[in-house]
Structures are given as C-alpha cells and as structure tokens.
C-alpha cells in the first residue's frame, strides 16, 4: 500500500468515526496521523522494512502505528470493517456536501434512513428533509444548491490529490526497462486545478508488451483496464483511472503535444497544418502530396518532416514552442504568431506571502514559527493575517486583541532578526453591508489588510457584489482575499459580478488573490486572465494555516501561469521596499 492509500483509509475511519459520535480524542489521533502522513517524503512500507519507529513520526502513536502495520500486512483495517458495520460508508459522501456535517449525516440517516446522496436529494424533494427539526425549507434549498455542486465536481480529483500518484508513477515507470523517457501529459501538464484522469507517455523503441505489463503491475494498481502493445490503462485505490502509451522516440514529441491537449488548441494546431499541407497527429508531422487534403491521408501516408519533439510539431507551423498552460485555444496561437507571448511568473519569483494564520485564530503555529518557516523558504517578507471577530468560531480577533497581537509581532520580529520582515496584517471580515470587520483606526495602523467574505454566501448577484464594491472602495482594503468563495468539490462561488468587483480593484488600486489552496485556487484562471488584461495587481498567497501550508505555493503560481500572469504584476513578487512604499502609499 502507498502512503496516500493509508492515509485514505485511516481518513475515511476518522469521518466515519465523527459521524458516529465517536470521542474527539480518538477521532484527531487518526486525523493527526493523516496529516504526518501526507506530509512524509518516504513510504511508510520502507520505514517499517527498514524497522523504524512508527510512534517516533509526530501524531502517530501506538494506535496507528498498529493501524498501519495491519494495512501494510493485510490491505485492511479491521477498526473501519467494525465501524461500517454501523454506519454506511456512503454517509462519508453526504459531510462532504457544504452545510452538512457529521451531525446533520447522522440525523438523516437516523430518523429517515438517508444513506446516500441521492437520498437526500429525494428526502429534500418529497418534503421529508424539510420537515426534520433543525433542517427546514431554507437549509435544504442550500443543500439542494450543494448537490448540484457536487455533482459537477464528481469524477474529477484536486491537483493536490493527484500529485502524490504522478511521482510514484514517474518513479515506476522509469524503472521500466528499455524506456528512456517518462511524462505526463493532458490536464495534469497543462496545470489544470482538477485532473480527470492521467496521461502517462513513455518513450520505447520496440513492441511495447513488456512496457505495458510492468505499468499494469503497478502497486496502487486496483484494476487493469486494459494492456496491450502500445497502451494500457489501470484504476488506483482512490478510482483514478491512468492511461499509458508507448511511444517510439521519432514520434515522442508529437504524442506529447497531441496528448498534452488541450483538444481546442490540438484542432486549431492541426489546421494551420493543413493550410501548409501537413497532417499532424499524435505520431507526427507528414508531408501530404500536393492536391490531396491531409485530413483523408490514412496514418500510414505521408513523408515524415517533424515530431522528434514539441519544438518541431510548433515550428512546422511556424510557431515558437507555447508553454503547456496556455493551450486552451484562448488566444495562445495568436499571441504566437504575434510573438507577443507571456514570460509566465515562477515560484522563484515571489519574495513573500501575505495571507497567513497564527495561534491566535486557526492557525496551528506560532507566529515566530510561522515567520521563520517562511525565512527558510527564502522569503524576504510575510504577514501573519488572523481573523476579525466576526469570524467567532476560531476566536476572530478584537480591536484589543489585534493591538495585543502586535506587542507579539514585534517580539518574533526581535527574535528573527533581518531574516524576514514580519508585517502587521489582519484578514478582516466583509460584513453583510459591505462594511469591515475593523474600526478605520486600527485598519490605519495594520501594515497589511486582507478583506474576504466569510458568511452570507447565499446572498443574491447584485446584493453580494454590491457588498463586494462596498469593501473595496473603503479606503482600508489592500488585498482582496478569495474573491468569489469557491470550494473546488464542496461550493461553488457565490453569486457575483466578477468584471465590476475586478474593475473597482483596478480603479481603488485594490490586489486580487489567488488564494493557492489547492481546494480554493480563487481567483480561477479566467478570471486571472481578466486581472491580467484590466491591469489589476494580483498576489498570490497561501492562506496557510500551518508551516506545512506555505508549500502550498506552487498551486498558486500554477494558477497564475494559466491565467497568463507575469511576474511584475504580481505584487509580492516586489522587494520589500517597493511593497511597502505601495502598502504605505495607501495609508
Ligand atoms: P481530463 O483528463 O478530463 O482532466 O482532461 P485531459 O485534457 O487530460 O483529457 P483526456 O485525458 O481526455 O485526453 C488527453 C489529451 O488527449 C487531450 O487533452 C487532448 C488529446 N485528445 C483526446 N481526445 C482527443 C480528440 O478527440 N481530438 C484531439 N485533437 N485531441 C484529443
Ligand atoms: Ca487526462
Ligand atoms: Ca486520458
Ligand atoms: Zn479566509
């Protein structure tokens, strides 16, 4: 079992545990390994070959260490096999719909013998859910709105959970042998925030049969789909399905720009081959003969002129090589041609991170920790961001508690030295008017201030934006944080006029996020490319709430990239005299 498939497992327990009301102790002992787990860089199969100490890796104890000692040997856990045996597993899919909990879970499952999704969808119809006390007409019109979110999202996985899977795949299938090249291509390598399924290629001069078959005997490998000469596919524990081609190296870089996609730029490419004469397709670029049209030459017809690689398939076009996140057909061939594409923004770029939590809100570390985690990532600033008050669930911050906040500022600033520049920020609430979540003079007085929408997400378009445009022309705002409050799988944005709120930020001089939590990415990457066109400043921030987190980054920076970003218009990619003359500029 990999790593990610044990920590599905003791997740799964963990959420079925919550729903059935099991000790909260017990339940964050499972959650606490998860989290060790998700962020370990060795397989725990290794670990315990090599007889380490399970209980020594932070939040594993002796409970789970047991628990994944039994999953290595067996593939099972008896603690879940006891605990479906009272609650059905499918209840785990109802918690993940926004707005309900475990409780809620078990309560429908309880009194009216809910299990699934679907259920409640016709609990809701048929008038039994509204009924049920604490529920009512208006939570479940919400819930309603929920599964239709969810139904959207159903099938395809968040980057973040991806990951994990394309290393060990990569990792595979270069042991191959005979192969001499390994990548991905489709969604995964055009950056996109969630993946169908992947597109694995592997260069392989040869009958590729014995390429296939060590793909297929893959360990996460939970089905073979299919396996023959030149492709296979298999499905991963978590239902991820992977597609395999062998590729003989002449063709290696047609397949790979045939596969990356997306099909909209792939359709567009391949005309403009016609209009020269030239078929191309996932084996290559071919000369046609005169008089007969490219599209009717069978895969055999032909002179072979390119498809060595991807610079080769683009110059037969007469085309410099386009980065794989731009292949959208969303104007990327024209800027081509025009030789006016973008220098797209990397991570190396950024010199900070404006949006973070602490101790004193929902963060997990302290603010020193938090300073000097973001100095080890190179960083030359940083903004501890805790809630306001509004947010009373994680203890948002007072007027009071914010000035007390600083005196701590100040502390971990003495102990860190010049590493980083600490800045005072706060992430304050936009509340239902439109009005912030802070008196003016302790706005005044935080170096950074980061304004989001936190509750009433159901409200109507023009009431939201209007609340939106309320907070932005305040005066106090710098960054607008996770503008349209998507959850990736769970919610979808709420309802808002995303052009007036981008130009109101271009006009107050206001930044837009790209919140980089892979469950967020907001803004998305079209409207990224709006920010982009209009000239608003955007920053690209964690929102982290442990040190772990701040990688997080990278999900951010990819987000950007589609969205054509380059990196000057990025406010923290500015050294930290720039953004503070910007930030007190404003003040
Ligand atoms: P996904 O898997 O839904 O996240 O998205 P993709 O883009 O990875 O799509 P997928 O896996 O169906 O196919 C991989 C690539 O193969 C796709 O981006 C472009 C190429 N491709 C697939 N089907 C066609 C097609 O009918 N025509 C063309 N031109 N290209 C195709
Ligand atoms: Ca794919
Ligand atoms: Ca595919
Ligand atoms: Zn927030």
Redo the contacts with the bound molecule.
């Keep these: 079992m990999e790593n990610i498939d044990i920590a599905r497992t003791l997740r799964e327990t963990a959420d079925l545990l919550e729903i059935q009301g099991a000790n909260p102790f017990r339940i964050r002992a499972y959650r606490n390994a998860v989290r060790t787990i998700d962020g370990l860089t060795r397989s725990l199969q290794d670990l315990v070959a090599a007889g380490d100490d399970l209980t020594e890796l932070q939040g594993v104890g002796r409970e789970m260490d047991l628990h994944i000692r039994e999953l290595l040997q067996t593939g099972q856990l008896s603690t879940l096999n006891a605990v479906v045996e009272e609650v059905p597993r499918t209840l785990v899919e109802l918690t993940r719909l926004d707005g309900v909990g475990p409780k809620k879970a078990k309560k429908l499952y309880d009194e009216l013998g809910i299990e699934s999704v679907e259920g409640l969808q016709a609990g809701i119809e048929d008038g039994s859910v509204p009924r049920l006390k604490g529920f009512g007409a208006r939570s479940a019109e919400k819930m309603l709105r929920a599964i239709e979110d969810h139904r959207r999202q159903q099938g ?1 996985f968040l980057r973040s959970e991806v990951e994990p899977y394309v290393e060990s795949l990569m990792a595979w299938m270069e042991k191959a042998p005979g192969v001499t090249r390994v990548e991905v ?4 390598r ?1 950056r ?1 925030e ?6 694995l290629l592997a260069a392989f001069d040869g009958d590729g049969t014995p390429v296939v078959e060590h793909f297929t005997a893959f360990d996460g490998a939970v089905r073979v789909e299919a396996s023959g000469s030149t492709k296979g596919n298999i499905v991963l524990r978590s239902g991820l399905s992977v ?1 395999l081609r062998v590729i003989p190296e002449e063709s290696f870089g047609a397949a790979l720009h ?6 909209e ?3 567009h490419i ?1 005309t403009l081959g016609v209009k020269r004469g030239l078929r191309i397709n996932e084996w290559g670029v071919f000369e046609v003969p005169e008089g007969v049209d490219p599209d009717t030459v069978g895969k055999d017809g032909g002179r072979r002129v390119g498809g060595r690689t991807e610079e080769e398939v683009f110059a037969s076009v007469d085309l410099p090589w386009i980065a794989p996140e731009l292949r959208e057909d969303r104007g990327e061939i024209g800027a081509a041609r025009e030789s006016r594409l973008p220098t797209l923004i990397e991570e190396r770029d950024l010199r900070g991170d404006l949006h973070m939590h602490s101790t004193w809100t929902d963060g997990r570390d302290s603010i020193e920790a938090m300073a000097r985690a973001c100095a080890e990532r190179g960083y030359a600033y940083m903004a501890i961001t805790d809630h306001s008050k509004a947010v009373t669930m994680v203890g948002g911050l007072t007027p009071e508690r914010v000035r007390e906040q600083w005196v701590e500022v100040a502390e971990a600033q003495e102990a860190v030295g010049d590493s980083i520049r600490i800045l005072r920020g706060q992430e304050v609430d936009i509340l239902r008017d439109g009005s912030l979540d802070q008196p003016d003079d302790v706005l005044a007085e935080l170096d950074v201030v980061v304004a989001s929408v936190h509750s009433f997400m159901d409200m109507d378009r023009d009431a939201m934006t209007a609340r939106v445009l309320t907070a932005i022309r305040h005066g106090g705002v710098d960054i607008l944080g996770h503008p349209t409050g998507r959850l990736l799988g769970r919610r979808v944005a709420y309802a808002l006029d995303v052009e007036a709120v981008l130009e109101a930020c271009l006009e107050a001089d206001v930044a837009v996020e790209i919140n980089a939590n892979p469950r967020r990415l907001d803004l998305n990457d079209r409207h990224v490319a709006r920010a982009r066109e209009l000239g608003v400043k955007v920053v690209i921030n964690t929102d982290a709430h442990r040190i772990g987190n701040l990688d997080l980054m990278r999900f951010g920076v990819e987000q950007a990239r589609r969205g054509w970003l380059e990196a000057d218009q990025v406010l923290n990619t500015r050294p930290l005299d720039e953004l503070l003359e910007w930030l007190q500029g404003r003040r």
């Design positions: 395809r291509a489709g969604s995964w055009r996109r969630t993946i169908g399924d992947l597109d597609d045939y596969f990356t996609g997306s099909k730029h792939n359709v391949r």
